[in-house]
Every structure is written in structure tokens, then in C-alpha cells.
């Protein structure tokens, strides 16, 4: 009896998790380019939330914090819904998103539009998540997903954003809601992160202005049900419009879009290096004077026109174009303010590969 006492004390001790066998996540790799050096949240104790209500407190906590997900976190209707009117700008087809109006804008910026008497929208996916300083946001494998709601960085610095998915934020509606927001932020690295289903911006820079930011081996899905373009891909995609903002944007995977894929403006400078875009319906690039891209090194693939807008100064060099149209560009001014901006990524040969190791689940 003694003997199988002990054995069974043996088995249960065994059956116990074991911190060198339980493997949890972890920041993958370091951030290239202008967010080198980004901590996030450091050696703080990892900390898993298991409601929406955890993950907004952990997300807005003051102190360092490392938040894994290990689970959907649905927010749609965790705030109730709204009912507002509305128009339709770009047609009444069941393809064609619709506008909520905010802020009066259908009666200031669309006059001409049908009117819509009433749109019911998720109040929950208007306003993003509050991202304090000094965190890192991490998803295990491919759990780690919050939907209906985005996430807001405002004012804060250091912060890491890895391996989750934002997903299904009114994307019927423009002004439903954005994906990831920067406005006022520095050295922000974001990796490794997938949006799909967005009502307006998938990631959007430019309310106020931000430092250096790195976005990395992530995947902008554009495929939606509903488009500003009527065709399934969405026109709101990435939106670099701050002042002086430097971004690294490296690896990434833009797909499904019909145009701000990205837009480029208000003096940013940008190292659009090693992605692959496409298939697209119509435009990627729109980049407005005052502002600074060097684009090398991308794989552009069933992209009709890679640069619609071309006002700023734009180096464009060993690009692949692949069923697409030009992209080209020679200012040579580019490349002194791509320099000063901080640390440069480096750029390796063009490739098909690159879609197939972006985005979340895919570390």
C-alpha cells in the first residue's frame, strides 16, 4: 500500500505544469528599422486576461505590463448600439458601405449623397482600446484575437504589439471604426498582426504626431463583403498622414485593397521595404507632397496602378512588378531623410514568400 501511495503522490506530481515544460509566448525576434530598441512592457510578470474588461484594464494600466491572449475577446455589444443617420456616397448596391454621420460629415463632405434616415452601428467598435506606455501585447499560436473593437495609442511610447488579430469592426459603415490607431506615439512596434473586416482605417497614423514606429510581417486583408468601391476591397486601408511621423514598414502583406494602401502625407517619412502587395482592384500607393517614401525591395503582384497620387518626394529602386502597372520614382533627397530618420532596415531581394509568412498565427 505504501509503494502504490507513493507512486500515485509520484503521478499526481507529474500530472502538475511545469514552468520549464509549459512553453508561454513570448516577444519573437526584435523590432527592425525606426522601433528598434522598443521594450514594451519588459520583464514585468506576464499577466493573461480572461474577459473584455481584464484586457481593457491591463491594456491601460500605468505600470509595465506583458499581456498574453489566449483566447477571442468579443466586444460586440459589450457597449450597447447606436442608431444615427446616414448616406451612401458611393451607391446603394449590397456591396457598398455606407456612412455614419459623424460630425455632420455626409451634410459637409457628401451634400449630393442619398440620404439613409437611420444606421445602427456597434458602439463598441467606434473608439479603440486605451494603450498605455510600456506594454507588450502578445497572442499565443493563433488565439489571440480581439473583436469588435480596435486599439488606440495615444500619447504613450514603448509599446509592442504581437501576433494578434483585429477583426469585424463595423465594416459595413465608414466611421464605424479603425483598426490599430498612433496618434502621438514613439517607438511603437507592431508584428505579426492581422486586420480584417474594418469599417474605416485598418491602421491609421496622423491625429497627432508621432516618432519612430515600426510595422512588420503583418497582414492588411481588405477582402470585405462591403467596400467604399462596391467590389470587396477596401479603399480605407493605411493611413500615414501624421506630422514628421518616421515609419519602418517592413515584410507586411497588403492584399484586397482598392486604394490608401498606403496613403502617404504631412511630412512622414517612410521606408516601405520587403512587402508584397496585391491582388488589388485599383490604386496602393498615395503619397502627397511634403511627405518622404522610399519604396525597395517589394513584390507587387495584380496591382493595376501601384502609385496613383505621386505629389511627394519618392525613391522607388529593385521593386518587382509582377501583372502590374509602373511604380517608379528618383528624387535622390529621399534617401538622406530616410537615413536621418534613424535606424534603416535593410532591404533583401523581392519576394513572392513574403505573404506567406505575414501576419498573425504565423510566427
Known amino acids: 500500500m505504501k509503494f502504490l501511495t507513493l507512486a500515485t503522490l509520484a503521478g ?3 500530472a502538475l505544469p511545469s514552468q520549464s515544460l509549459v512553453k508561454r509566448a513570448a516577444v519573437s525576434g526584435s523590432a527592425e528599422g525606426y522601433a528598434s530598441g522598443v521594450t514594451g512592457g519588459g520583464n514585468a510578470k506576464a499577466v493573461t486576461p480572461t474577459t473584455t474588461a481584464e484586457l481593457i484594464k491591463y491594456l491601460g494600466d500605468p505600470s509595465p505590463q506583458v499581456i498574453i491572449l489566449n483566447k477571442e475577446f468579443d466586444f460586440t455589444g459589450t457597449e450597447g448600439s447606436a442608431t444615427d443617420s446616414g448616406c451612401a456616397p458611393w451607391g446603394t448596391g449590397s456591396g457598398c458601405q455606407t456612412a455614419i454621420n459623424k460630425d ?3 451634410k459637409n463632405y457628401q451634400p449630393n449623397a442619398p440620404t439613409i434616415a437611420k444606421i445602427t452601428y456597434d458602439k463598441a467598435g467606434v473608439q479603440g482600446i486605451k494603450v ?9 499560436g493563433s488565439k489571440g484575437v480581439i473583436k469588435g473593437k480596435g486599439l488606440r495609442m495615444a500619447g ?4 509592442i504589439i504581437q501576433n494578434i488579430m483585429v477583426t469585424q469592426i463595423n465594416p459595413q459603415y465608414v466611421w464605424g471604426g479603425d483598426g490599430i490607431t498612433i496618434a502621438g506615439g514613439d517607438k511603437i512596434w507592431i508584428d505579426h498582426v492581422t486586420t480584417s473586416e474594418i469599417g474605416r482605417q485598418h491602421i491609421v497614423l496622423g491625429e497627432a504626431a508621432s516618432g519612430k514606429v515600426t510595422i512588420s510581417n503583418s497582414e492588411i486583408n481588405g477582402q470585405s463583403k462591403w467596400s467604399a468601391t462596391c467590389d470587396g476591397n477596401q479603399y480605407w486601408g493605411i493611413y500615414f498622414t501624421g506630422s514628421n511621423d518616421q515609419i519602418t514598414f517592413k515584410g507586411n502583406y497588403v492584399h484586397h485593397v482598392s486604394g490608401r494602401g498606403p496613403k502617404v502625407a504631412g ?3 517612410l521606408h516601405a521595404v520587403n512587402n508584397y502587395f496585391g491582388p488589388s482592384s485599383d490604386h496602393e500607393f498615395e503619397v502627397a507632397s511634403g511627405s518622404y517614401v522610399l519604396a525597395e525591395g517589394n513584390y507587387f503582384d495584380g496591382v493595376p496602378t501601384p ?3 505621386a505629389d511627394g518626394a519618392i525613391l522607388a529602386r529593385d521593386n ?3 501583372n502590374s502597372g509602373k511604380f517608379e520614382g528618383s528624387n ?3 534617401e538622406q531623410q530616410i537615413k536621418n530618420a534613424g535606424t534603416v532596415a535593410k532591404a533583401d531581394k523581392p519576394s513572392a514568400n513574403i505573404k506567406n509568412s505575414a501576419g498573425f498565427g504565423k510566427l
Not at 132 to 140: H, N, P, Q, V, Y
Open 104 to 106: 455632420n460629415w455626409c
Open 156 to 159: 504613450v511610447k514603448n509599446i
Open 307 to 309: 502609385i496613383k497620387e
Open 132 to 140: 498605455a506606455s510600456d506594454k507588450t501585447l502578445i497572442g499565443e
Open 332 to 334: 535622390s533627397a529621399v
Open 12 to 14: 499526481a506530481v507529474s
Open 320 to 322: 518587382t512588378m509582377v
Open 267 to 269: 511630412k512622414t517619412v
